[in-house]
Antibody, heavy 118, light 110 residues
Framework: EVQLVESGGDLVQPGGSLRLSCVAS????????IHWVRQVPGKGLVWVAR????????NYADFAKGRFTISRDNAKNIVYLQMSSLGVEDTAVYYC???????????WGPGTLVTVSS | QSGLTQVASVSASPGQSITISCTGT?????????VTWYQQHPGTAPRLLIY???ERPSGISSRFSGSKSGNTASLTVSGLQAEDEADYYC??????????FGGGTKVTVL
């Protein structure tokens, strides 16, 4: 069974940093791109970043550039999202998703909540 | 990176059909056939309904269909059922090597 499970969400002060993890299982992890998508509770989905199979190609939404870093460890089946200089606007549920079919995210994790507040 | 434009809400009675539009630009929806649609029920993660504009993943009902004309993609849900009440999001690959979502459409089954 394909599974993605995020962790690392927490309450953090403005200006702080946080590292999210996405642990994958049930499929050949190294064969798939992985994306991060976030959602402010009650609001819409927003694409954050993606990483290719080998971890060499990374792309970011404009708001994430320079503050967020996506990486992966194919030996451990984990994708990370390192976030820094966090602001209240970064408060959201963060999902990781597998790019399974032509840029379609066919499996998602349950999400992890990041709250940025003083 | 502006989001794709979706109508905020749509409502219809059981058995009817609805169509949700998703308008972008030549740099995203109009330029690529990488349009996807997701369904999200409250408190749950999104579920992939459509990829490549009109392809359905295994297990997705044929009541869901997708199309595209120019810069606008559409999702049609036919034979509306109570369990179709959810939020629906379109997404597209963009010329900036990024992805963009629509603002979401809340579907209400009357």
């Amino acid at each position: 069974e394909v599974q993605l499970v995020e962790s690392g969400g927490d309450l953090v002060q403005p200006g702080g940093s946080l590292r999210l993890s996405c642990v994958a299982s049930g499929f050949t992890f190294r064969n798939h791109w992985i994306h991060w998508v976030r959602q402010v509770p009650g609001k819409g989905l927003v694409w954050v970043a993606r990483i290719n199979e080998e971890g060499r190609e990374k792309n970011y939404a404009d708001f994430a550039k320079g503050r967020f870093t996506i990486s992966r460890d194919n030996a451990k089946n984990i994708v990370y999202l390192q976030m820094s200089s966090l602001g209240v606007e970064d408060t959201a549920v963060y999902y990781c998703a597998r790019d399974g079919v032509a840029f379609g995210y066919d499996y998602w994790g349950p999400g992890t909540l990041v709250t940025v507040s003083s | 990176q502006s989001g794709l434009t979706q109508v905020a809400s749509v409502s219809a009675s059981p058995g009817q059909s609805i169509t949700i539009s998703c308008t972008g630009t030549i740099r995203d929806v109009g330029g690529y056939n990488y349009v996807t649609w997701y369904q999200q029920h409250p408190g749950t993660a999104p579920r992939l309904l459509i990829y490549n504009v009109h392809e359905r993943p295994s297990g997705i009902s044929s009541r869901f269909s997708g199309s595209k004309s120019g810069n606008t993609a559409s999702l049609t849900v036919s034979g509306l059922q109570a369990e179709d009440e959810a939020d629906y999001y379109c997404a597209s690959y963009t010329s900036s090597y990024t992805w963009v979502f629509g603002g979401g459409t809340k579907v209400t089954v009357l």
